[in-house]
């Protein structure tokens, strides 16, 4: 439109130029060619039509003649009578026909240039469109693939080599069975196949395909089919390698479950710790007068048999308990000093009960292997879970060896591992001829919840228990693996050259040795378990004063203070515990011997912060004599601290 408004004027102006120039020559042109006035005419309404169209050309020739004759006849050149007698009327009819078809002509001429014009500019946008989608399909991250009806490749774009390897030229004209549908996938992709030929749009898919260096992938495909005139024509494929993310989410899922074995454990853990602790109380009332009871009867004594059985099935139950404890994570730990070799002895029957026929268990000790400071029952759990670890790895039979032995490291360089202190070691190796395992297994070897194990068969928590065990034993573990050539386990613990001391409870040969006259303190909630500690003292001489909380036990210090030489307190109790007792008692009683009373690991690690030399923590169930020597020996050592002014 703007251009048609911008070329209106110059056109008009060309126009009216053409009929000045007519009306100045018209008489002088009339005299010298004569009297034909439609002749002369023709020339402005050429002009006209041409310059202005069809209408213009129309109206140029219809007003020329009268121009003419009104020009002619002012002039005087001719008279009405020759004029309307000659050819004038007949050049009237002549302009007027000549000028619409010039007129015409130039409004054709207009129409096939705007025609022109305008399919010049649509194909030119069509070549800048295909030009723009040809870009995005070859920069686009997904694969773009067109299909023939023979599910033959026409397109395949730079994505699609990306994710299958093969090249535009490799892949133009193939069938996907020769390229990247593997042969298990087949019968699936003829359904989809038949599916897209039918029209369906939905026939999409999550698939496995095959990379040109043979590699599987799991692929995403959209597709479309697609129509001309109506009819199906091809297929358009989008793909994308969804491999990594799909890893992705199998990952999440596992780590999920094992976030809701883990809550699930810790539940089952909670609920065994508990039952486990409520248990050891009646354990421990059920073993101590059992105790009591064997000491009351004479050997000949038919109830003698009865009173063992109790006790025997008492100690399995409390062996049950502690089970429950170290499965809730909640088992005493009770570090001493011993040798290895002697724990891997007594466990030897334990570790071939554990381990099938077929495998051989050699045990080959250094004599010199010295000592470390640790919880043997912390030990067999390394034992058994390296073992069991072993044993599996070794699923046609083989030889699992247990190897103890001193070693000396003078520097990091020596020790082989950057973070592992020079010092004195005992290194324990147990070590396979199993399957082995790689580099990538190794990395993750003691992380909790790692496991190779199929599903239900481990937790992936064992290893990351012995790694937890060794740390907190000052020690270090490594593992040396190969894949087809077997597993060792190192495992270095600090070694103690001091002697070991001998069980002071074995140099009190008599039961007559762990008696005494003191007034003590007995604070217990439950009644069995505090009738129970108060006859076991009575019967060993001692006085006894019972409080059921600490808050009775503070206010009955406070009336008695000097004649209560020891106080046995639990440590959880209403109203007051036994470590809240124990503060304000001991700012009245400061050499006052304190014995604790527990089945919780928390209050081993709470108490040990304020424990001094007159102070124990007995494990509950304790037994009689164990009381009793703790009693024994904690009152003798702080007369001791007495008599040399500590």
Same mark, same amino acid.
């Given at each position: 439109m703007a251009e048609g408004r911008s070329m209106s004027n110059p056109r008009i102006a060309a126009a009216l130029v053409s009929w000045v120039v007519y009306g100045f020559a018209f008489i002088p042109i009339h005299r010298l060619l004569g009297p034909s006035v439609a002749t002369l005419n023709i020339l402005p309404v050429m002009a006209t039509g041409l310059l202005l169209g069809m209408w213009a050309g129309l109206i140029a020739s219809l007003t020329a003649f009268p121009v003419s004759?009104?020009?002619?006849?002012? !002039?005087?050149?001719?008279?009405?009578?020759?004029?309307?007698?000659?050819?004038? *009327?007949?050049? !009237? @009819?002549?302009?007027?026909?000549?000028? +619409?078809?010039?007129?015409?002509?130039?409004?054709?001429?207009?129409q096939v240039k705007k025609e022109l014009a305008k399919r010049a500019r649509a194909e030119e946008a069509l070549r800048k469109s295909e030009a723009t989608l040809q870009l995005q399909i070859e920069r686009m991250p997904n694969g773009c693939i067109m299909w023939d009806l023979d599910f033959l490749v026409v397109s395949w774009n730079p994505a699609a080599a990306r994710i299958f390897g093969f090249t535009e030229e490799e892949a133009l004209g193939k069938h996907p069975y020769d390229l990247i549908v593997p042969k298990s996938a087949q019968l699936d992709t003829d359904r989809i196949w038949q599916r897209l030929l039918e029209g369906d749009i939905s026939a999409t898919s999550v698939n496995e395909n095959i990379t040109k260096d043979g590699r599987t992938i799991t692929c995403d495909w959209t597709n479309t089919p697609l129509r001309e005139d109506g009819n199906i024509v091809g297929v358009l494929s989008m793909v994308q390698d969804i491999t990594e993310r799909k890893l992705a989410e199998e990952q999440l899922r596992e780590s999920e479950g094992r976030v809701r074995q883990m809550q699930k454990? #810790?539940?089952?853990?909670?609920?065994?710790?508990? =039952?486990?602790?409520?248990?050891?109380?009646?354990?421990?009332?059920?073993?101590?007068?059992? $105790?009591?009871?064997? %000491?009351?009867?004479?050997?000949?004594?038919?109830? *003698?048999?009865?009173?063992?059985t109790i006790k025997t099935a008492a100690l399995k139950a409390s062996d049950l308990t502690n089970q429950l404890l170290a499965f809730s994570r909640k088992q005493m730990?009770?570090?001493?000093?011993?040798?290895?070799? &002697?724990? @891997?002895?007594?466990? #030897?029957?334990?570790?071939?009960?554990? @381990?099938?026929? $077929?495998?051989? *268990?050699?045990?080959?000790?250094?004599p010199e292997a010295g000592q470390v400071k640790v919880d043997p029952g912390q030990v067999s759990q390394i034992l058994m879970n390296l073992s069991a670890n072993a044993r599996d790895a070794m699923p046609q039979g083989g030889k699992l060896i247990i190897e103890t032995r001193n070693v000396d490291f003078a520097s990091r360089m020596a020790t082989g591992h950057a973070e592992m202190r020079p010092g004195r070691y005992v290194m324990m190796a147990i070590s396979d001829n199993g399957v082995g395992m790689d580099d990538a297994i190794k990395s993750h070897l003691f992380e909790p919840f790692f496991t190779t194990k199929e599903l239900g068969k481990g937790t992936g928590l064992g290893l990351a228990t012995v790694y937890g065990i060794v740390k907190q034993s000052k020690g270090f573990i490594y593992a040396c693996s190969e894949l087809g050539k077997g597993t060792t386990f190192k495992?270095?613990?600090?070694? =103690?050259?001091?002697?070991?001391?001998?069980?002071?409870?074995?140099?009190?040969?008599?039961?007559?040795?762990?008696?005494?006259?003191? +007034?003590? /303190? /007995?604070?217990?909630?439950?009644? &069995?378990?505090?009738? *129970?500690?108060?006859? =076991?003292?009575?019967?060993?001489?001692?006085?006894?004063?019972?409080?059921?909380?600490?808050?009775?036990?503070v206010r009955k210090c406070r009336e008695m203070r000097a004649?209560?030489?020891?106080?046995?307190?639990?440590?959880?109790?209403?109203?007051?515990?036994?470590? $809240?007792?124990?503060?304000? @008692? %001991?700012?009245?009683?400061?050499?006052?011997?304190?014995?604790?009373?527990?089945?919780? +690991?928390?209050?081993?690690?709470? /108490?040990?912060?304020?424990?001094?030399?007159g102070m124990a923590i007995l494990q509950k169930p304790l037994r009689a004599e164990e009381l009793l020597r703790q009693l024994r020996d904690s009152l003798d050592r702080v007369k001791g601290l007495w008599k040399h002014g500590t």
């Open positions: 004759l009104l020009l002619l006849l002012f !002039s005087g050149e001719v008279s009405w009578n020759a004029m309307t007698h000659g050819g004038g *009327l007949t050049g !009237s @009819i002549l302009l007027v026909l000549i000028g +619409t078809a010039v007129g015409l002509l130039h409004d054709k001429v207009e454990m #810790e539940a089952i853990g909670q609920l065994a710790g508990g =039952i486990a602790h409520d248990f050891n109380n009646i354990l421990m009332v059920i073993l101590g007068f059992s $105790d009591l009871l064997l %000491r009351k009867l004479a050997s000949d004594d038919s109830l *003698l048999e009865y009173a063992r730990i009770q570090p001493r000093v011993v040798r290895l070799n &002697e724990l @891997i002895r007594d466990g #030897e029957k334990m570790l071939r009960r554990l @381990i099938r026929e $077929d495998v051989e *268990l050699v045990l080959d000790m250094s495992t270095y613990l600090p070694r =103690i050259d001091t002697p070991r001391v001998a069980d002071e409870g074995q140099s009190r040969e008599s039961g007559e040795s762990l008696r005494g006259t003191e +007034t003590i /303190l /007995l604070v217990e909630d439950e009644v &069995e378990v505090r009738n *129970l500690v108060r006859i =076991i003292l009575q019967n060993s001489g001692y006085t006894v004063v019972e409080a059921e909380n600490g808050k009775e036990a004649s209560i030489h020891g106080m046995v307190t639990d440590v959880v109790m209403p109203q007051m515990g036994g470590k $809240d007792a124990v503060l304000q @008692i %001991r700012q009245l009683c400061p050499n006052l011997v304190v014995l604790f009373m527990t089945g919780y +690991t928390e209050d081993f690690v709470t /108490l040990n912060e304020m424990l001094d030399e």
